[in-house]
């Protein structure tokens, strides 16, 4: 029962491009998004956010897009650079539920951004 | 401000076998949270302590693993007896918020435990 879906395990881009990274999720009743980076042999760290009610938050070079009906987000990262190298996983919540704060986490894309 | 602190950074046990990991969470965080990530998997939540009772232990293995928050701070999660597939990352997260309401806020993850069972 995979709630929330990374279909890409791996991307590639060049530095200065575009890198874009996708998340999927079923349960309708996920109301918070959240992305998190991790490097090797350190613990996942939070990145950006956004909630059910907008369909956009930007944060610098990165922004992430919601698409409710579709159940879909997106992660840009403009421009990227080497060191976005890392595993980014989203993550989503039903912030309103019983079990608050519980993350649902996708299986994660590699980024891999080459100089 | 110091995060959160996990050991043994690296662990290795034959199955059968029992294992202990240690978390201090960020200080005045009251929301710990205790993950199980297999390799090529996402993180899994295995239990959430509010201060130091349980809130939610739905998708932790109870006949094998145990966990506690005495006083309300330092964590420890137990496995015994261990498995082949409980071979995983251990990542133990803190918060400040709490589950009755309020602002959905940040969890903050320790580096995690690498446990290997052979």
């Known amino acids: 029962d995979q709630q929330v879906k990374q279909n890409s395990p791996s991307l590639s881009v060049q530095e200065g491009r575009i890198s874009i990274l996708n998340c999927d999720y079923t349960?309708?009743?996920?109301?918070?998004f959240l992305w998190y980076k991790k490097y090797p042999a350190e613990g996942p760290t939070f990145l950006i956010s956004?909630?059910?009610?907008?369909d956009k938050n930007e944060d610098g070079r990165f922004t992430v897009f919601l698409n409710k009906s579709a159940k879909h987000l997106s992660l840009h990262i403009v421009p990227s650079q080497p060191g976005d190298s890392a595993v980014y996983f989203c993550?989503?919540?039903?912030?309103?539920?019983?079990?608050?704060?519980?993350?649902?986490f996708g299986q994660g894309t590699i980024l891999t951004v080459h100089p | 401000e110091a995060g959160v602190a996990q050991s043994p950074r690296y662990k290795i046990i034959e199955k059968r076998q029992s294992v202990a990991f240690w978390c201090n969470p960020i200080?005045?965080?009251?929301?710990l949270y205790w993950y199980q990530q297999i390799l090529g998997q996402g993180p899994k939540l295995l239990i959430q302590?509010?201060?130091?009772?349980?809130?939610?232990d739905s998708q932790l293995p109870k006949d094998r693993f145990s966990a506690e928050r005495l006083k309300g701070v330092d964590s420890t999660l137990k496995i015994q007896p261990a498995k082949l597939e409980d071979s995983a990352v251990y990542l133990c997260?803190?918060?400040?918020?709490?589950?009755?309401?309020?602002?959905?806020?940040?969890?903050?993850f320790g580096p995690g435990t690498r446990l290997t069972v052979l």
């Open positions: 349960n309708s009743m996920f109301d918070y």
């Open positions: 997260a803190s918060s400040s918020t709490s589950p009755s309401g309020g602002p959905m806020g940040t969890q903050y």
């Open positions: 956004i909630s059910s009610i907008k």
């Open positions: 993550a989503a919540v039903n912030a309103g539920g019983t079990s608050y704060g519980k993350l649902t």
């Open positions: 200080s005045g965080h009251a929301t």
């Open positions: 302590f509010q201060n130091n009772g349980v809130v939610d």
